[in-house]
């Protein structure tokens, strides 16, 4: 307890609401599942009820339908999160994790979308019973995956251990990714576009797409917008206070997302798991 109170504390701004947001949306499900269940998003929900929200509100959705087995699921996520994103917020700065944190997300929800649409089609034509279209992406999970997967292979061959099994860290997120939909089956489609995302990172360059730090600086300064206030009373790093050493533990020696500028490749980065540590912290 003392161990968590201790990350809490420690936490900046976006850290603390992508731990809080998720836990708050799920406790609520166990009452309002049915309200709540506009913010899931699926190909069914997006293409015939016109939930286009659900791009941005899927990473929040974990409902509690699952039941106990779930929530000890959401708690772990959220500490995962709060354990291993606030160094990369300090590296970032909170403005720019926030903005690339929702292009990844749409990105990874497209993709999604994309593969569930493909999938369907397939099917149809096969004649075959389709329920891609009712299969949901859910929680940060996918996203997670997705930053996971652009650090392994910024690693490149280095050999890493997973349960034991010696391989390849390029390889590490595949094997993620397996143990995910053994699993729960096609449930876990999100986190597959999201590994695919991965892979494709080099011709689909998402940090292109976000504002240069002059204007994340002009927002934060800004006293309309919310970025530079403090949420859940969490700090909220400014871009000028931003190390960008601090986040090669998570990306390594590829482009820290936003920085704009390459890290040097003669040494792998330092090995970023999930769910590893001690006993004490998760990822590190």
Excluded at 13 to 35: N, Q, Y
Excluded at 128 to 154: K, N
Aim: overall charge positive.
């Amino acid at each position: 307890m003392e161990h968590l109170q201790s990350v809490w504390k420690d936490a900046p701004a976006i850290s603390r609401s992508f731990t809080v947001i998720p836990l708050v949306f799920h406790c609520a499900s166990w009452r309002w599942s049915r309200e709540l269940d506009v913010l899931k998003l699926s190909l069914d929900s997006f293409r015939n009820e016109g939930h286009y929200w659900a791009i941005f509100t899927a990473p929040f959705w974990e409902p509690a339908g699952g039941g106990l087995l779930q929530s000890l699921f959401a708690l772990l996520v959220a500490y995962w999160i709060l354990s291993g994103l606030p160094r990369i917020e300090r590296a970032m700065g909170s403005g720019k994790l926030l903005l690339w944190s929702c292009c990844a997300t749409i990105a990874v929800n497209v993709v999604f979308l994309l593969f569930a649409l493909v999938l369907d089609l397939f099917y149809q034509a096969r004649s075959w019973y389709s329920i891609w279209p009712l299969i949901p992406t859910r929680g940060l999970v996918p996203v997670a995956i997705y930053a996971l997967t652009v650090h392994s292979l910024a690693a490149g061959e280095a050999e890493t251990t997973l349960v034991g099994i010696p391989l390849k860290r390029k390889h590490y997120p595949l094997a993620i990714v397996v143990f995910f939909c053994l699993l729960n089956g096609a449930a876990e489609l999100g986190v597959v576009a999201a590994l695919a995302l991965g892979y494709l990172r080099e011709r689909i360059q998402i940090d292109a797409v976000l504002p240069s730090d002059g204007k994340i600086q002009r927002w934060e300064r800004s006293p309309v917008l919310f970025f530079g206030r403090r949420l859940f009373n969490g700090r909220w790093v400014r871009i000028t206070e931003a190390d960008a050493t601090a986040g090669t533990a998570l990306f390594g020696e590829a482009r820290l997302p936003m920085q704009g500028r390459p890290v040097g490749r003669q040494q792998a980065p330092p090995e970023f798991r999930a769910f590893q540590g001690s006993g004490h912290r998760l990822g590190r």
